[in-house]
């Protein structure tokens, strides 16, 4: 009876072996395939990481705001307004809208540095759109801004989703250091070069002006801000005769200037001031927007000796704090009312055409 319950107990024992055998088997090779995946996983990861990444938006900073210029003039002109002027190294939008009267008595160029392209003031397209109804036509020309932003390149998706594993691979691997260099010196050679902004801005006014004169406009008064007066100018004022200038006629491309003092954070210098207010004949407006608290009148003083310095036969000041804001639409603004009295004061038509 002893022997029958060992032999039992012995064929219980080797049953149960077997057993664990068998489910250690089946798990073992569960597990082995997840060592390995599968090959399409790998082909559709390798893909990935070699897809090339996708083409910029734009191709410069120059390409993007001539984009978002067309819709931003777009949105505020009609289609007939919009004229394109060529210069050296680049085409430019312009906005231009003739007089509305049986004769054009002149222009008024207005010029601009925005901070942002589509950011045009709304009391410069204020006299744009209006002063025509007077019988003075306006160009309207944005100008390349002081302080530009780069263009964002785009990155591939794909790219961005490759494994970790693979990228600090990468990482840790010592790159070639002449294959780098080479395409570093390819892509340098390939790049466009860096064209000065004053260079930009003398380009664009020079075609502004040009553009006129054909139009047969040659009694303009040109309206700049402060962060691009001294460039715009510098050119304008090579072209003046002072020998034959006289009281009421100034013989060049420009019979009166309005300065604007838009940007708060560029302040004319002394020696920019000097410049500017350097052709003692040429009337000049000069605006300032801000309340008149103790940094501008300090400003303003300095802009006031300047000209004083500078034997400016015509110069005056204009503070408009405390108007209320102007609109689009606004035909009798006293900025606007301001600025045409300016106009038909200073630049009667009395132009010298020829030159």
Request: glycine share 4%.
């Amino acid at each position: 009876m002893r022997y029958g319950n060992r032999c039992w107990q012995s064929t219980l024992k080797f049953t149960l072996a077997a057993a664990c055998l068998t489910l250690s088997s089946v798990g073992f090779g569960q597990n082995e395939p997840a060592a390995n995946p599968p090959a399409t996983e790998a082909s559709a990861s390798s893909a990935a990481s070699s897809a090339p990444p996708e083409k910029p938006l734009y191709a410069d900073a120059v390409e993007r705001d001539n984009a978002l210029l067309v819709k931003a003039f777009t949105a505020i002109a009609k289609a007939d307004e919009l004229q394109w002027l060529e210069t050296p190294n680049e085409k430019v939008l312009s906005l231009y809208k003739a007089g509305e009267t049986r004769k054009t008595k002149g222009v008024l160029l207005i010029i601009h540095a925005p901070e942002s392209p589509q950011l045009w003031p709304t009391n410069l397209d204020n006299l744009r759109r209006h002063l025509p109804l007077s019988g003075w036509g306006t160009m309207a020309l944005p100008l390349p801004a002081k302080y530009s932003t780069a263009v964002p390149e785009r990155t591939s998706s794909s790219a961005s989703s490759a494994p970790a594993e693979s990228t600090e691979a990468a990482a840790a691997s010592p790159a070639p250091t002449e294959p780098v260099a080479a395409a570093a010196s390819s892509s340098s050679s390939s790049a466009k070069p860096v064209i000065p902004r004053e260079t930009l801005i003398a380009e664009r006014v020079e075609a502004a002006v040009a553009q006129l004169n054909k139009l047969g406009q040659f009694n303009l008064v040109l309206l700049v801000d402060n962060s691009s007066a001294p460039d715009a100018l510098a050119g304008l004022y090579k072209k003046i005769n002072a020998g034959t200038t006289t009281g009421d006629t100034v013989d060049g491309p420009l019979q009166a200037l309005i300065l604007v003092n838009l940007q708060d954070q560029e302040p004319l210098t002394k020696e920019q001031l000097a410049a500017i207010f350097s052709v003692s004949a040429l009337p000049v407006m000069d605006v300032f927007f801000r309340v008149d608290d103790s940094a501008q009148k300090e400003l303003r003083r300095t802009h006031q000796a300047e000209a004083m310095r500078k034997d400016l036969k015509d110069y005056q000041q204009l503070i408009l704090p405390i108007q209320p804001p102007v609109t689009l639409d606004d035909t009798k603004s006293f900025w606007l009312t301001k600025i045409h009295g300016f106009m038909e004061r200073k630049a009667e038509g009395n132009e010298v055409k020829g030159r």
